[in-house]
C-alpha cells in the first residue's frame, strides 16, 4: 500500500518523471511506517510558467520536505554511522556530481534498465527548495484518524529542466493499524493498484454523501490525461537484508516466500551494507508482499519497555 500516485494540474505533457526511488522503514510496536521518497522529473515548462506536481499518498500521512542534496538519509538510518554513505548515497551517488566552483549538482550518469550505469550527458540538477501545500478533503482539521488518502500540490517549479526533489512521509496510528498491522503480510503496491485499493475498498466504506468529494479529488490521479507514471520505479526496504540494528533502526523485514513479488524483482544492485533489500520495475501494477520477521521485533522489546 505505500507508494506514491502523481499527478499534473497541467497535464502531462510538461512533466517526465524518469526515476521514483523510495526507502521504507517499518516499525511494529510504534505503529508507524516512515517513507523517504526521490524524485528525478524533468520540467518541460518554460521559464516564466511556474509548474506544479501533485503527490498522493493512501491513508492519512504526515509530509517533510528533505533536503535533495547532499542525497537524503531516512530518518532510520542511525546518526552514529554519519561518516558512512547512507543507502541512497551508496546507490545512486554516483549519477551525480557536485561542483565545487559553480556549487551546482549534474547529473553524470544513468541507470540503464539492466541495472548498470550509462554515461549521458552532463545535464545540471536544481534541487527543489519549495512548498507542499495539502489539498484540502472532507478530513476534519486536526483528524488523526484514517481516511483514504491524503494528497499535496509541490511547487513552484520555475524553469525548465532536471529537478531532483526529496521529501519524507509518515504513515501512523489508525492508517498504519489498517494498511500494515491489520494483516498477516502487508503490500507495497504500484500506483494503479493503489488508485484501485482506493477507489473499489476504501471509498465504499465512507457514507454514500462522503463519497463524491472524495471521488473528486481522486479524479486528477485517476484521469490519463494528468496522471504521471515514472519511467522506473525503485524499492528500497530498510531491515530486507541483514538485520544489523547498529545501523537501521527500522524492523527486520521478510519477503512473503508463498507470494512472490508482481512485477517487480530483486534488483541486481544492492547496498553494500546488505541492511536493505531492493526491488526495481518499470510496471505501474506492481505488489510487493513484505512481512515481519519476529525475531527482530521481540529482540527490541525490552529496550523499548524501558527493561536493561
Known sequence: MHCIVLSSPN?????????????????RLERRARILFMLVAKNLLPSGRPNTLGVLHRGNNRFTRAHAWPLPRHPDEKPEFSQAKGVLEQLYGEAFEFDEQTQRVYRRQVLSPDDTWRLGKRTEVTLWEGEAREIPSPKPEGFEGYVPFTSWTLGPFDGMGHYLIAFELEVSGESYDRLVEEHPFFTIDGPYRLLDEIEYGDLPRLAQCERGEWMRLLGPFKD?????????????ILGGGRADATVTSADKIEVEQDIRPCGACEAPRQDPGLVSKRFLTFNPFFSIAVKYAAGRIAARQPDIAGVP
Open 11 to 27: 497535464g502531462k505533457g510538461v512533466w517526465y518523471i524518469s526515476r521514483s526511488a523510495e526507502v521504507l522503514g517499518y516499525h
Open 224 to 236: 490519463e490525461a494528468s496522471r504521471l507514471d515514472s519511467v522506473s520505479y525503485d524499492l528500497v
